[in-house]
């Protein structure tokens, strides 16, 4: 049988903020991670895009936007809208939270994450979840 997995609302929730914690270049269980992040927060270079995030998880603008809205509302994004595009950042809110539930998201959606990322390498912060 090959029916489409159903992804929710968490589990694309905790692939954004990954790879939104990704693009940083901070290991999210490194020591000093709230001084560290607090500075990329105060210096804010660019963020991704809508269509970045639509790749990741791999989904139509609809869903795509239902997802934005929700990080937004929860805070644990910021959108800047310019006139030609988004710049989407991850907030110290939204770091903490996936770094806290990581290891709670991989032991839950382990089948959906394998299933998502079975054309390309896991991600990081996925396999870190095995060594712990």
Same mark, same amino acid.
């Given at each position: 049988? *090959? ?7 968490? /589990? ?15 290991? /999210? ?8 992040? =607090?500075? @990329?927060?105060?210096?804010? =270079?660019?963020?991704?895009?809508? *269509?970045?995030?639509?790749?990741? %998880?791999?989904?139509? !603008?609809?869903?795509?936007? =239902? %997802?934005?809205? !929700?990080?937004?509302?929860?805070? @644990?994004?910021? %959108? ?5 595009? @988004?710049?989407? !950042?991850?907030? /110290?809110?939204? /770091? ?8 709670? #998201?991989?032991?839950? @959606? ?5 299933? !998502? #990322? ?7 912060? #996925? ?6």
């Amino acid at each position: 049988m *090959s029916a489409r997995k159903y992804k929710d609302m968490n /589990l694309y929730s905790c692939i954004v903020l990954n790879l939104l914690a990704s693009m940083i270049g901070l290991d /999210l269980g490194q020591k000093g991670f709230e001084k560290k992040i =607090k500075r @990329y927060l105060d210096d804010r =270079k660019e963020g991704l895009t809508k *269509s970045q995030i639509m790749h990741e %998880i791999r989904s139509n !603008h609809n869903m795509t936007e =239902k %997802i934005l809205a !929700h990080l937004t509302e929860e805070e @644990y994004i910021t %959108i800047h809208r310019d006139e030609n595009s @988004y710049s989407i !950042h991850p907030t /110290l809110k939204g /770091l903490l939270h996936v770094r806290e539930f990581n290891r709670f #998201y991989a032991s839950i @959606y382990s089948k959906q994450i394998e299933e !998502h #990322y079975r054309f390309s390498s896991l991600p990081g912060w #996925y396999r870190a979840m095995g060594d712990g």
